[in-house]
């Protein structure tokens, strides 16, 4: 059973501070791996995706991989009332039929 | 503007009967797919499809049902046989296959509930 676990939250963080969101994955033939926001009520959308060990900063946000230890996370820096959401983390477990799964979310609620 | 539309935004169903959500794309992808959300959930994968004409059962296909006759369309039916069909009802797109992970991009969403 491949699975992908995230910390249900919320995660409470003061206006201006790093929020930090993990995601650890069962199967060690990951290959890709997706952090999306989702606002209550919303669709999700992408905020970025990383393949390789190591970091990968795209303006406020760093995604973090650790293949050796099956993490990944998200960084937040300076965080802003209007990056309270839920976050999702997606792993492509690759093959012919691979598709994505889905952790269940974290609840970031950032306060001014 | 290039993206994905569902509708209805909302929809309303009586027990046993048959309903049809409307997903299409205009992003030219191949590759198009259905997942269910539940609260407090992950996205769970109904159907997917890689090219016209084709499509694969995903983790929950019991009680759904689709077509691709076109490229830009994937419409899901929500059979009677679906005994618990309330959710956030969610279609996606991406322009490769399912084994290229490849960025999947989400239309925004049907919210169905059985009255």
């Known amino acids: 059973q491949k699975e992908v676990e995230q910390n249900s939250g919320p995660l409470s963080v003061p206006e201006g501070a790093i929020a930090s969101l993990n995601c650890t994955y069962s199967?060690?033939?990951?290959?890709?791996f997706f952090w999306y926001r989702q606002y209550s009520g919303k669709s999700p959308e992408l905020i970025m995706f990383?393949?390789?060990?190591g970091d990968k900063e795209d303006g406020r946000f760093t995604a973090q991989l650790n293949k050796a230890s099956q993490y990944v996370s998200l960084l937040i820096r300076d965080s802003q009332p209007s990056d309270s959401a839920t976050y999702l983390c997606?792993?492509?477990?690759?093959?012919?039929?691979?598709?994505?799964?889905f952790g269940k979310g974290t609840k970031l609620s950032v306060k001014p | 503007d290039g993206g994905i539309t569902q509708s209805p935004k909302y929809l309303f169903r009586k027990e046993g009967q048959n309903v049809t959500l409307s997903c299409e794309q205009n992003?030219?992808?191949?590759?198009m797919y259905w997942y269910r959300q539940d609260p407090g959930q992950g996205l769970r994968l109904i159907y997917y499809?890689?090219?016209?004409?084709?499509?694969q059962k995903g983790d929950i296909a019991e009680g759904y049902s689709v077509s691709r006759e076109k490229k830009e369309s994937f419409p899901l039916t929500v059979t009677s046989a679906q005994k618990n069909p309330t959710a956030f009802y969610l279609c996606?797109?991406?322009?490769?296959?399912?084994?290229?992970?490849?960025?999947?991009?989400f239309g925004p969403g049907t919210r169905l509930t059985v009255l």
């Open positions: 996606a797109s991406s322009r490769g296959s399912p084994s290229t992970a490849d960025t999947q991009y």
């Open positions: 199967d060690r033939g990951s290959q890709s």
């Open positions: 990383i393949y390789s060990n």
């Open positions: 997606a792993v492509h477990y690759g093959g012919s039929q691979g598709n994505l799964i």
């Open positions: 992003l030219n992808h191949d590759a």
């Open positions: 499809s890689q090219i016209v004409n084709d499509f």
